[in-house]
């Protein structure tokens, strides 16, 4: 029995021999053996700080409740909060407050159940003011933003996929290219990086052939021209070559086990002249509708794309704006923290640039960076968004637990990881149910919102009806903090009209019998 308790003392005294010895941590030197419990206090401090430490809304870049509100939806649990707000609202700056009417328009009833269909088509047709061969209208408000495999595990990806075929929503493919897991049964929208991943010949060069190959293979609705995203604007992308697996080098048409470099630049356009030369010979060449991402920062492109488009005919067809606080790709801290303005700042900025040009109902704006919460989303659409993608919120309906392992390739669920034995945990038929839960629930929340505004559609809710708290009991509309003119944030009216009788042929109107005989006025 003696050898039970000298084996434990053998082992501490071979890790304070170490400790002593080695140069690299001057704690450890100081205090051997007990200095590990700070490096393992430190590992483990965001998932204590997470379940144990911090408030219900306290935490980055989700807080608990956002949390638990999209795990419920994506579960079909309960996702009400019972006992009012826990949150100080006359004294939290940036607090967002949606005005309500007490009359407005009929508009369709919605069912009260989480995970219950709602139907939000978007509001404007996509690639109709330009003419384009395959335009079309989005069935879905809230799409998947862009996560490509690589990032993500094939199973996320898988599970993703399903889910928007089962929500009746668009994912998009990220710039790692069309994967066999995109390709389940959801629509998609292809985004082309600066690596040309999928469409690139064997130097890395744009290849036009190929492009169309895969456009002919897949069902692709739009495509998109990424020329950079809120977690790192500007900066290009690395994945390490030991990750380059055979699967992933055939979906990207890239060398096995090589360094695969995104360049932080395009080099089929060096100007604003020449991308739109390029996004009208993609859009002649398959017939798709073809857009942009972009973070915002300098508004010189911007002021330089809308003149052109003003001047010349030529244009996109659609303008995705990530905010600076988006965050499924992994980056420097100065850029997760620092570079690219945040979603409402650099959104209304653009669309205020096409506005005054009078483009913006010429063009559907989609946006991202954490509007996959209901008050989020509504502030999106009444700046002008016409559509909405979420991605951190699909991935935590996948089962992502905001571990913020995505850049180790030690995700615990299996969700941004390579690693076979992670990736096996996350079962994609069950989590895809559960991504379409979830989208189902956020577009539910939207209708209702939409109804409390009197309104039939998210995108008309107006920068009027929404007010952003200044922390000093003091609110102030969205159309002031943002310099919008009064008709600004609106479809047109001929689409406000169409999309009304869209939404008006889905359902019963309102939320409530038919009046009585005896109603005021009615009998």
Same mark, same amino acid.
């Given at each position: 029995?003696?050898?039970r ?7 501490a005294a ?15 030197r ?61 004294h ?28 939000i ?6 690639g109709?003011?330009r ?20 990032s ?28 066999p ?5 959801g ?5 082309? &990086?600066?690596?040309? @991943? ?8 744009? $290849?036009? !052939? *190929?492009?169309? %190959?895969? /456009? ?14 809120g ?22 048409g ?26 009208e010979m ?13 973070a915002? &920062?300098?508004?010189? @492109? ?8 003003? $001047?010349? !005919? *030529?244009?996109? %067809?659609? /303008? ?21 303005l945040?979603?409402?700042?650099g ?5 205020r ?10 063009v559907?704006?989609a ?23 979420v ?10 637990i ?47 919102v ?21 922390g ?52």
């Amino acid at each position: 029995m003696k050898w039970r308790r000298v084996l434990p003392l053998a082992a501490a005294a071979g890790v304070a021999a170490h400790d002593l010895a080695q140069r690299r941590h001057a704690l450890l030197r100081n205090f051997p053996v007990i200095g590990h419990g700070r490096y393992l206090l430190e590992r483990i401090g965001p998932e204590l700080r997470q379940y144990i430490v911090a408030g219900n809304d306290e935490e980055r870049p989700f807080s608990r409740d956002q949390r638990r509100w999209v795990y419920a939806s994506a579960k079909l649990e309960n996702n009400y909060f019972g006992f009012g707000t826990d949150n100080d609202v006359e004294h939290t700056p940036g607090y967002v407050i949606v005005k309500h009417r007490t009359f407005g328009g009929a508009v369709p009833a919605s069912s009260p159940h989480v995970g219950q269909e709602a139907f939000i088509p978007c509001a404007k047709v996509l690639g109709a003011a330009r003419g384009r061969r395959r335009a079309f209208r989005p069935e879905s408000v809230v799409n998947i933003s862009g996560m490509s495999f690589g990032s993500l595990s094939g199973n996320a990806v898988a599970a993703l996929n399903k889910g928007a075929a089962l929500a009746g929503c668009m994912q998009n493919t990220g710039e790692g290219s069309v994967s066999p897991y995109h390709l389940l049964g959801g629509e998609l929208v292809w985004q082309i &990086g600066t690596g040309y @991943f999928g469409c690139r010949d064997e130097h890395g060069r744009f $290849d036009l !052939g *190929r492009l169309k %190959d895969v /456009v002919a293979a897949a069902p692709i609705r739009a495509l998109e021209v990424k020329l950079s995203q809120g977690a790192k604007p500007s900066l290009g992308g690395l994945l390490p070559g030991v990750k380059v697996s055979p699967e992933i080098a055939s979906t990207r048409g890239i060398p096995v086990g090589r360094d695969c470099v995104s360049p932080s630049r395009h080099a089929e356009f060096t100007n604003t002249d020449e991308l739109l030369d390029w996004v009208e010979m993609l859009a002649e060449e398959t017939g798709l509708p073809v857009g942009i991402k972009s973070a915002v &920062g300098d508004m010189t @492109f911007w002021d330089e794309l809308t003149r052109l488009m003003a $001047d010349t !005919g *030529r244009g996109v %067809d659609f /303008v995705n704006i990530d905010g600076g606080e988006g965050g499924t790709g992994a980056s420097p801290l100065v850029f997760t923290d620092s570079v690219s303005l945040p979603f409402r700042m650099g959104f209304s900025r653009v669309y205020r640039t096409f506005a005054r040009r009078g483009l913006h109902e010429q063009v559907v704006f989609a946006g991202a960076g954490k509007l996959g919460l209901p008050d989020n989303a509504v502030v999106a659409f009444a700046l002008g968004a016409d559509l909405v993608y979420v991605a951190r919120e699909a991935m935590l309906a996948v089962g992502c637990i905001q571990a913020q392992k995505c850049h180790t390739d030690t995700c615990p669920t299996g969700v941004a990881t390579q690693n076979r034995w992670l990736a096996h945990g996350l079962d994609p038929e069950l989590k895809s149910v559960r991504v379409a839960n979830y989208i189902r629930t956020l577009r539910r929340d939207l209708l209702k919102v939409a109804e409390a505004t009197g309104v039939e559609h998210p995108a008309m809710i107006g920068t009027d009806d929404v007010e952003i708290l200044t922390g000093q009991t003091v609110g102030t509309p969205l159309r002031e903090i943002y310099d919008y003119e009064p008709d600004w944030g609106h479809p047109s009216a001929a689409d406000q009209a169409e999309v009304a009788k869209l939404m008006a042929g889905t359902a019963s109107k309102g939320g409530s019998a038919a009046p009585s005989p005896t109603a005021a006025g009615r009998s």
